[in-house]
């Protein structure tokens, strides 16, 4: 019987590091492709250490690789930072719902990323810029703590010098050498141009922040069903069999972490929940 | 199928365990032990309680002996949970290779025969079967029961903390067992009526020294309904789900708060809840074992999150987390009460909170 419990050994190909304690993880799956959907995210075990859920940050389109962006802050994910190519890690997964790319079809796309919030979202944006026809107006607004906090930097710079998306970035807290924005992503929101009517909104992040993005969004128009949060709990499992990602009657790791806002605003009020 | 029931001697058990250990299988059963009645490994019919009944009360749990009866008492802290889901379990184990590592996986363990299962066990099996073997199968769960021999017993007695019936789950034993047992004892002896209740009990039946039942036919229901008298404790199911989901923000969860201590009790005697954790565990030879530990919704770092903390960092949310799953949500979820009334959480809180009380006083509120 295939056991959901034990991982895959897959091989570390390329380590890119984005900050001083995150990096990206490039696995080499040209043996046996991988197919995810963008939002979903794969438990990632680093043998005598543990496993952990993290999701995944490439291009739905590459099944011959699969790309996790990782944030060393516990046992499991700091000696993840030293992992060079040729390392191995063991991946379950994929697992969870995805982000809406289907539904926002047609639409103005605004995406809203708070700190490793950007790594989940990168996907759709990929995803998004690969099919740009099909999508209206895109923009594209991360918050980082401070400028040496922001991932995926290159590709910022090149996506800001796209002409068919806008690109707003942001930080808590300047630095002397920072002279963009200072505040935080729902005064980016507030100012960008969309068309609120016909929009999908899609965020990740702190659950604060998300809450202040989806209170902006829907002040501005956008309706509470074309919104999309990706939430967070402790997982052991991802399989829906260890209980700790419980909320309410779901269990995140299969319900969710993608969900409508319109599906979950009530108990998204609720503490402690 | 035709049932006919059939009479086992008191002093023919030892071949109903002789004829499991035949079929390779472990006999689980209930034993005495610091001052409990536990299920653990068997070897023979001496194992069983022998003359011991309980007494349970909110949190009380006494043994005392009278008579001679095997199977006079209630449950106790323990359930068959553990022997299908148990609480410390292997998941793999691994080892270093040049560059990466080569994972094991454990052994299939032998397979088992039940021994004293009650109604409220069996019910609340199926509802573990509903977790386990849902849309994603729990291959430890499965393998053990899979190859499964159930020998129920029928209640005669009940518990002040029983509340089987309002759950629908008992006393009465009438599905999901291979054998079962009634216990008889007069001036006739001491004998067990046996009902049969799949294909293979009645395979098994058919290799112990039985004989027909004439007068004592009818002693399961007679039981059953001796120990259906004695249960007073009835759990509101009625329009339960919403008034608890209604209930969320009432201010009874901050007063079982002030009683309840977090101590986790409930959740790991009762038969249904089936949260784990992992341990990451490496030995000095460099080899790594993946360890499931049962995990308890009480536990502050059950919902910790990096950067957050505990997303229920209070007791009463805890609190409320746990009855409102047992009670509500797990409707939801496996289309089932997460609850059989078994009692144990009742007797077993230190603190003494009645689940049933709490859920009569919530669903007022609603």
């Not at chain 1, 604060?208 to 309706?223: D, K, L, Q, T, Y």
């Not at chain 2, 393998?143 to 089987?164: E, H, N, P, W």
């Not at chain 2, 047992?181 to 006739?188: C, I, S």
């Amino acid at each position: 019987m295939n056991d959901p419990w034990v991982p895959t050994p897959m091989t570390v190909r390329e380590v890119v590091r984005e900050t001083a304690d995150t990096v990206t993880l490039t696995l080499d799956t040209s043996a046996s492709p991988f197919a995810f959907a963008p939002g979903q995210f794969n438990m990632v075990y680093l043998f005598g250490q543990g496993e952990v859920p993290i999701s995944i940050s490439g291009h739905a389109d590459r099944p011959d690789e699969l790309v996790h962006t990782i944030r060393g802050v516990g046992p499991v994910t700091r000696p993840m930072l030293d992992l060079v190519p040729g390392d191995v890690l063991g991946i379950r997964g994929p697992f969870g719902t995805a982000w809406p790319v289907e539904e926002a079809r047609g639409t103005d796309v605004i995406v809203v990323a708070g700190g490793i919030g950007l790594a989940p979202l990168r996907p759709m944006i990929y995803h998004l810029l690969a099919n740009r026809r099909d999508y209206a107006r895109i923009v594209l607004i991360y918050g980082a703590r401070q400028p040496d906090q922001m991932l995926f930097v290159d590709e910022l710079h090149h996506w800001r010098g796209r002409f068919d998306l806008t690109v707003e970035v942001t930080v808590d807290q300047g630095t002397e050498d920072w002279f963009g924005p200072v505040g935080v992503v729902t005064r980016s929101l507030a100012r960008a141009r969309f068309d609120a009517d016909d929009a999908t909104v899609v965020t990740c992040g702190p659950e604060v922040m998300m809450r202040f993005v989806v209170h902006e969004a829907v002040r501005m128009g956008v309706p509470q069903d074309r919104i999309w949060a990706s939430m967070e709990r402790n997982m052991k499992c991802a399989i829906g069999l260890c209980g700790h990602c419980q909320w309410g009657p779901d269990f995140v790791c299969k319900q969710g972490p993608v969900y409508r806002w319109d599906h979950i605003a009530h108990r998204f009020a609720e503490k402690e929940l | 199928m035709h049932n006919p029931r059939t009479i086992l001697s008191h002093s023919d058990l030892g071949t109903l365990f002789a004829t499991l250990h035949a079929e390779g299988r472990h006999t689980i059963g209930p034993t005495v032990r610091d001052g409990a009645i536990v299920y653990d490994r068997l070897i023979g019919p001496d194992d069983l309680p022998t003359g011991v009944v309980d007494e349970q009360a909110p949190g009380r749990y006494r043994l005392r002996h009278e008579g001679t009866r095997r199977f006079s008492w209630s449950v106790g802290p323990q359930s068959f949970k553990r022997w299908l889901h148990p609480p410390e379990l292997r998941l793999f184990r691994a080892t270093r290779t040049e560059r990466g590592f080569a994972v094991e996986k454990p052994e299939a363990p032998p397979p088992l025969a039940l021994i004293g299962a009650r109604a409220c066990e069996l019910a609340a099996m199926a509802i573990q079967d509903r977790v386990f073997l849902g849309d994603v199968v729990d291959p430890h769960y499965a393998s053990r029961r899979r190859d499964l021999f159930i020998v129920a017993v029928q209640c005669d007695r009940a518990a002040s903390t029983c509340f089987c019936p309002s759950m629908g789950s008992g006393p009465r034993v009438s599905r999901g067992y291979d054998l079962s047992l009634t216990e008889v004892v007069d001036e006739a002896g001491h004998r067990f009526v046996v009902e049969i209740g799949s294909e293979a009990g009645r395979a098994l039946a058919a290799k112990l020294p039985l004989h027909a039942a004439t007068t004592d036919a009818d002693a399961p229901e007679r039981a059953s309904a001796e120990a259906e008298a004695q249960i007073a404790r009835r759990m509101p199911t009625d329009g339960l789900r919403e008034k608890l989901l209604g209930a969320v923000a009432s201010s009874n969860w901050d007063d079982v708060a002030s009683r309840c201590i977090g101590c986790a009790n409930c959740t790991l005697v009762c038969p249904t809840c089936f949260c784990t954790t992992v341990d990451d565990v490496t030995t000095l030879d460099g080899t790594h074992e993946r360890v499931r530990r049962w995990d308890s919704c009480f536990h502050p770092d059950f919902s910790y999150l990096h950067g957050a903390g505990p997303v229920r960092s209070s007791v009463g949310a805890r609190y409320r987390q746990w009855l409102t799953h047992k009670l509500a949500t797990w409707h939801d979820q496996f289309g089932t009460s997460g609850c059989v009334g078994c009692g144990r959480c009742v007797a077993w809180c230190p603190a003494g909170i009645d689940i049933v009380a709490e859920a009569e006083r919530l669903a007022e509120d609603a």
